[in-house]
């Protein structure tokens, strides 16, 4: 069955501290890999999809088939980072996300 | 852009009594995606509907739970009869066209009393 798996389900970090959010995924052939992020109060939103392969606010994530991973990284932690984050995955031409249960990252001053 | 809407935000109901959700799609956008999630769990898909037509349904309960995109208005998530395991949230998602990113609405949370 096509899964996603954050193994963490909290993180706690300082500010200016790297942070790596882990995510694997179990899918056969090619599926297409995004984050999510959901800041507190706020609606859930896309932070990246990987065939883009942009970086936004800071946060990068590369594809490694070989270890079907795909997390999520920053150099240099901040404050307002603090968030839920959500791994997802499409496969197939599916509309489907199929979604980890989520990461709760904690920046402290 | 206001964004996708969701109403009501909040909905408590009785054993046995009917939720309806309502989700309104970011403007342009004619694909709508519905998702479910249960205390400390991931989002999980339940349907996804173009206008007037049910597209995937593969993640909905197989019975009391139903879901329409009519031609105009929102599109509704039915729930009949509900029972406390329904209690959730609810989130709708939109986007322009297949494969495109799909943008979320804040979602309804269903207590089932």
């Known amino acids: 069955a096509q899964r996603v798996t954050q193994p963490e389900k909290l993180l706690s970090v300082f500010k200016g501290a790297p942070v790596e959010l882990k995510c694997n995924y179990s899918?056969?052939?090619?599926?297409?890999l995004f984050w999510y992020v959901q800041y507190s109060r706020q609606r859930l939103q896309l932070l990246l999809r990987h065939i883009s392969r942009e970086s936004i606010k800071g946060f990068t994530a590369d594809l490694n088939k070989g270890e079907t991973s795909f997390h999520l990284k920053k150099p240099f932690a901040q404050e307002e980072d603090s968030a839920m984050y959500y791994c997802?995955?499409?496969?197939?031409?599916?509309?489907?996300?199929?979604f980890g249960k989520g990461t709760k990252l904690t920046v402290n001053p | 852009n206001a964004g996708v809407m969701q109403n009501p935000r909040h909905l408590v109901r009785r054993r046995g009594q009917e939720a309806r959700l309502r989700c309104s799609p970011m403007?342009?956008?004619?694909?709508v995606y519905w998702y479910r999630q249960l205390p400390e769990e991931g989002l999980k898909f339940m349907v996804y509907l173009q206008k007037e037509n049910i597209i995937d349904e593969s993640g909905m309960p197989k019975e009391r739970f139903s879901a329409e995109f009519p031609k105009e208005g929102p599109s509704i998530l039915r729930i009949q009869q509900v029972v406390r395991g329904d209690s959730a949230a609810y989130f709708c998602?939109?986007?322009?066209?297949?494969?495109?990113?799909?943008?979320f609405g804040p979602g309804t949370r269903l207590l089932v009393l």
């Open positions: 998602a939109s986007s322009p066209t297949p494969g495109a990113t799909q943008y």
């Open positions: 403007k342009g956008h004619s694909h």
């Open positions: 899918y056969s052939g090619s599926p297409e």
């Open positions: 997802a995955a499409t496969q197939g031409g599916s509309e489907k996300l199929v």
